[in-house]
C-alpha cells in the first residue's frame, strides 16, 4: 500500500454527501466508494452496494454475498482478514459501478452514468493492469468503455476468468462469486492463478481479444 495512504475505506474522498441520484438517496444507508489499496494492480469492480455494503460503506463486505468474493480476495492472497473483519487487502481495490443501494431493484442506466465519474476518476488515479468486472452488468460497462470491441461480444459466463485486451491494461470477467458454481469458483482461481504466476505485465495490451 502507499506510504501516503491514510485509509482504505474512500480512499480518494469522494464525495460521501452526493445527491445526484435522488430516489437512490431516499433508499441508502451509506455511500458505497472504493476500499482498498490505492497502488493496487488489481481492480475489482460490481455493480452497485450490496445488502452489507449498504450498511457498512464497503464494497463487497458485510453479507453473504460480499463474503463470497471476500473468500477470492484470501484465496488469491490479497486479503489476510477472517471472514466478517473489517477487509485488510494488498494489491487490491474494490468498486462498484453505483455507490448507493435501492433495496428492490438493479441501478438504471442514468444512475450508473451519474456514477460514472467516480469510477472512472479511480480507475485513472490507480491505473490497474487488470480489471476485473464481476458479473454481467460490470462486464458490459468495462468493455463499453475500455475495449475497442462491442460490448455485447462479451459475456460474463463466456469469458469467466479469460483475459480480455483492454486499452491499456487487461480485463478478466468474473461471475459473481455468490452466483457461481463450486466448478466456476475453482476454474477462476485456477485462471486467476495463472496469470499471477508468470509477469503479466510483458503481456498486457497484447493478450486476449
Known sequence: MDANQRSRRNPFGMDEQCT???????????????YGDVAAEFVFVGERPTEG??????????????E??????????????????????ENAYLTLLTRCRHPERPPTDEEIGNCEPYLSSEIRMINPEIIVPVGERALYEIAEEYTTSPAEEFDAETHHGEEIRGRG?????????????EEEQEAFLESFSELLGRDYRQTKGRRGR
Not at 69 to 83: C, K, N
Request: with cysteine; hydrophobic share 35%.
Open 169 to 181: 491494461f487487461e480485463i478478466v470477467p468474473m461471475i459473481d462469486p455468490a452466483e457461481a458454481s
Open 68 to 89: 463470497a468474493l471476500q473468500d477470492v480476495l484470501r484465496a488469491l492472497g490479497f486479503a489476510t482478514h477472517e471472514p466478517g473483519e473489517k477487509p485488510e487487502i
Open 53 to 66: 455494503a449498504d450498511e457498512t460503506g464497503i464494497p463487497f463486505f458485510g453479507d453473504e454475498r460480499g
Open 20 to 34: 445526484n441520484c435522488p430516489e437512490l438517496c431516499e433508499t441508502r444507508e451509506e455511500i458505497a466508494h472504493g
